[in-house]
């Protein structure tokens, strides 16, 4: 059967991906609405061949367009307002923004670590996709707290700019024009606190009142919820001056009485569903953004015992933010939701 899929946001970074994702997985698209603020209505589309045109996100949009899937990429604000009309209308929202997600009767699902919660989407209609940072670090840690059991993580990251949608993209690259231009001291500096060009910059999202940001409690939050464990996390969230992959430095502490052996991690890892792992030193073979970017993988290396404990691993992981840290992961958990649908 086919499903009619609604896609909010559709001329955002993300929304622009699910389009191709879509068509890439040959997604049973029945009818396609691409939906976005006033600004983007009348722009075409294309998925699978067809051309469609962007219509206005409004409360009533969803009435009687017979919407099965729902995807929401248009910022937590949108999902928080207009969410239950595509709900109430009869659609599964999958939805990308952090509005839900730490909602407890709305699953928040990373298909290859908890697809089993796929199934509470009934409870109120929503699926929620974690963050990026967090989507590609469960899924390597969950094949190794299967095989040791992790008693913390500790993790910083090098996010792209893509994070901050397509205006943190085009930041990027104009601040490099106009450092070529001999301009760079007069740059515009909108989408992020600082200039990111030739920097790095060691906060994402607003602060909390830990001294933590925003970003890394959504690691240590959705990392548990995904997992459904306990172990403590810390997070150091970095943005670097990257176009579209994010990488992580992940430190992982198993519990008490664990001798890792990193033949056994390596395997574990390299038998997870979507992860690679490109690990060779000696030939300076590892992850890079630019081997992650534009692929649905998330990559592991530098994999390594501590050189103090013996229940100590670091690695080194890499994903595309805008595929493995949001589209490609909405697609996957519809694809897991109609496999579902269809076994009742
Ligand atoms: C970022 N986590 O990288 C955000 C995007 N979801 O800014």
């Known amino acids: 059967r086919k499903y009619n899929v609604a896609v909010v946001g559709a001329s955002g970074a993300v929304g622009e991906e699910l389009f191709r994702v879509l068509e890439e997985v040959k997604f049973p698209i029945g009818d396609l609405l691409p939906l976005a603020s006033a600004n983007s209505v009348g722009i075409e589309v294309e998925c699978q061949g067809k051309a469609y045109k962007i219509e206005e996100l409004t409360e009533t949009v969803f009435e009687g367009r017979d919407i ?5 990429s248009a910022g937590g604000s949108i999902s928080a307002q207009f969410a239950r009309f595509a709900v109430e209308a009869g659609a599964v929202v999958i939805d990308n923004t952090s509005h839900f997600r730490m909602d ?13 919660d796929i199934e509470l989407w009934q409870d109120t209609g929503v699926i929620a996709n974690p963050n990026c940072s967090t989507i590609q670090m469960v899924q390597l840690l969950k094949p190794l707290d ?25 930041e990027l690259v104009k601040q490099m024009q106009d450092f070529f231009a001999f301009k760079l001291d007069e740059t515009e500096i909108k989408a992020f606190s600082h200039q990111i060009a030739l920097n790095v910059i060691p906060q994402i999202d607003v602060p909390q009142e830990n001294g933590y940001t925003k970003e890394e ?17 810390s997070a150091t969230c970095v943005r670097v001056p990257v176009l579209r992959s994010h990488s992580e430095s992940i430190t992982i502490t198993f519990r008490e009485g664990v001798d890792v052996s990193v033949e056994e991690a390596r395997e574990a890892l390299a038998n997870f569903e979507n992860v690679k792992v490109i690990d060779d030193l000696e030939k300076g073979e590892y992850p890079m953004p630019i081997i992650a970017t534009d692929t649905d993988y998330t990559y592991v290396g530098r994999i390594r015992k501590d050189i103090f404990a013996e229940n100590i691993l670091h690695m080194w992981g890499v994903a595309d933010q805008v595929r493995v840290g949001a589209a490609t992961n909405a697609v996957r958990i519809a694809q897991k939701w109609i496999k579902l649908e269809e076994a009742v």
Not at 217 to 233: C, G, L, R, Y
């Open 104 to 116: 407890p009767d709305v699953p928040l699902v990373v298909p290859e670590v908890n697809p089993e």
């Open 68 to 72: 099965d899937i729902a995807f929401f």
């Open 217 to 233: 409690m959504k690691m240590v939050n959705e990392t548990n919820k995904i997992m459904h464990s306990d172990f403590a996390v």
């Open 146 to 170: 299967d095989l040791y059991g992790i008693k913390r993580v500790d993790v910083s990251t090098y996010q792209a700019v893509s994070g901050a949608g397509k205006a943190g993209m085009e």
